[in-house]
């Protein structure tokens, strides 16, 4: 791709700063432009885990730093991450900080932001696709449909210390949130799905799991509630992976594959007018 190709006005990455910038979850084509344009410019990419390694490729002249964490690991190494971003940009470099989906959701990005700011390091972010959004759709799963809900609750299925976090009600969750997307779930599911149950939802109610979401390693799990963990251990599903729990899951059976599902209406609400 030729510099050319990318609009005129995106900013000049400039030496010293940092720009904290999501990748969105897998699939490079789901970078925004900004992304594209700091890939470009950077002296050096600080890439996570969850960052897809071909991703990379679009920053052949920067230096590649690892900073990757995975989910359990003690969270102490953040606060190392965040000063080497500090030491980066006050060597002069243009520091791409690439971290997976959004920078701002379960992600640390405000962690670094403020450190970044206490050490008076300019700074930029740029959004990306959350995979609770965006890896959804590519299970062809809407995170809203209008039959369905008009809320959607994030949580996060661990806290710091890697356990269920305490903090969350999952009694208020349960009540209130028509469809609920779990992020880093996949170790504590057993208990939220019991929680979820043990709140009142029925163990009936569509679920699905959707491990290395926009990549080509996509493996999506539709099931129950009350099945998840079983059918998660039977199919050896392991981390990253999205949890959804909720009704709009069963548009998957026409999104997935929407060539061969025309006469699917699996929410039984689609309106004539819709069709013709
Ligand atoms: N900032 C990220 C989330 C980081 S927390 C974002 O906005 O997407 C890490 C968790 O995100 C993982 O445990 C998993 O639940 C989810 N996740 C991130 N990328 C994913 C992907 N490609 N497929 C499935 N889940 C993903």
Redesign the pocket.
């Known amino acids: 791709m030729s510099e050319s190709t990318l609009p005129a006005g995106l900013p000049v990455f400039q030496p010293g700063w940092v720009w904290l910038c999501?990748a969105?979850?897998?699939d490079p084509g789901l970078l925004t432009l900004h992304a594209l344009n700091g890939l470009r410019q950077a002296d050096v990419v600080v890439y996570?885990a969850?960052v897809?390694t071909t991703i990379l490729d679009l920053a052949p002249g920067a230096e590649h730093i690892y900073a990757g964490k995975r989910?359990g690991k003690p969270s102490a190494k953040q606060r190392d991450i965040s000063l080497r971003l500090v030491e980066l940009a006050r060597a002069g470099k243009r520091v791409l900080r690439l971290?997976?989906?959004?920078?701002?959701?379960?992600?640390r990005?405000g962690e670094e932001a403020q450190t970044l700011v206490a050490h008076r390091v300019p700074v930029r972010v740029i959004p990306?696709?959350?995979?609770?959004i965006?890896?959804l759709a590519y299970a062809g799963i809407p995170v809203t449909h209008r039959d369905v809900n008009q809320s959607v609750t994030f949580v996060?299925?661990h806290d710091q210390s890697g356990e269920a976090p305490s903090a969350l009600d999952w009694d208020a969750i349960a009540r209130g949130s028509q469809v609920i997307v779990?992020?880093?779930?996949?170790k504590h599911v057993g208990r939220i799905a019991a929680s979820l149950i043990g709140a009142g939802r029925s163990g009936d109610e569509p679920c699905a799991v959707?491990?290395?979401?926009?990549?080509p390693r996509?493996r999506v799990l539709e099931t129950t509630l009350a099945r998840l963990e079983a059918d998660i251990d039977a199919a050896g599903l392991e981390?990253?992976?999205?949890?959804c729990v909720g009704r709009t899951v069963l548009l998957r059976q026409v999104l997935a594959e929407p060539w061969e599902a025309a006469d699917a209406d699996p929410l039984g609400t689609r309106r004539l007018s819709d069709a013709g």
Do not use: S
């Open positions: 999501g969105g979850p897998g996570d969850l897809d989910g971290k997976g989906g959004d920078p701002f959701v379960f992600g990005g990306g696709v959350t995979a609770g965006g890896g996060t299925g779990i992020y880093m779930g996949m959707v491990c290395e979401a926009a990549t996509q981390p990253p992976a999205i949890l």
